[in-house]
Structures are given as structure tokens and as C-alpha cells.
Nanobody
């Protein structure tokens, strides 16, 4: 089994910064893409940023220039540095990993989600 554990959320004033971390552990053979999504109550979950195993990144237009995604492959960890936070960034942030896990001699490509971490930006 695979677990994704997020940390780093909290309450911050507008203009401030937060850094989210997400560590994947368990029966992992390899990790392809990793990403961060966010969801506001009553709205669909949306992509914030994603990064491939090779380091290519993709950002939502609303966070370009303010957020930076990075990963430490040796630690199976992805980070999201969030600067110049705005009230509209308030949401639950979820980590996602597209990976190959294993059970005995069986390997499977699956997508896993973290439990979510609350980010609240006060204006």
C-alpha cells in the first residue's frame, strides 16, 4: 500500500508565504508525475501545479509567478512554495502522485491522493 502525507498548511495573512510538502511512502516502484490540487467547498477540485519525473512543470494561470513546485526524487517528496498569497488561494490543498506500485511480483500504475491540508489566507 502507498500513503501520501501532506504537511505545511495553515493560516497566513495576504501577501505571506507557505510551503507545502507531500511525502509518498510504501510499496513504490517508481513515481511519474506529482502534483498539487485545491478544492473550495462546493466547487470542483482544480489543478494548481504539476511536475514530471524529469522536472517539467505546469501551473494554473492563477498561480503563475507566485507558486513554485519542486520535487526531491530520492525522498519521493513534492513541495509547493506559495508566495504572495491571496484570499482567493484559500482552499484545501491535495497532493497527487501517479506512480507504479507493487505487491509481490505484480506492478500496477495507480493514482494516489493525500488527505488534504487546509490553507487559509486572511485579507
Amino acid at each position: 500500500q502507498v500513503q501520501l502525507v501532506e504537511s505545511g498548511g495553515g493560516l497566513v495573512q495576504a501577501g505571506g508565504s507557505l510551503r507545502l510538502s507531500c511525502a509518498a511512502s510504501g510499496s513504490i516502484f517508481s513515481i511519474n508525475g506529482m502534483g498539487w490540487y485545491r478544492q473550495v467547498l462546493g466547487k470542483q477540485r482544480e489543478l494548481v501545479a504539476a511536475i514530471t519525473s524529469g522536472g517539467s512543470t505546469n501551473y494554473a494561470d492563477s498561480v503563475k509567478g507566485r507558486f513554485t513546485i519542486s520535487r526531491a526524487n530520492a525522498k519521493n517528496t513534492v513541495y509547493l512554495q506559495m508566495n504572495s498569497l491571496k484570499a482567493e488561494d484559500t482552499a484545501v490543498y491535495f497532493c497527487n502522485a501517479d506512480l507504479i506500485d507493487y505487491s509481490g511480483s505484480y506492478y500496477s500504475n495507480r493514482s494516489y491522493w493525500g488527505q488534504g491540508t487546509q490553507v487559509t489566507v486572511s485579507s
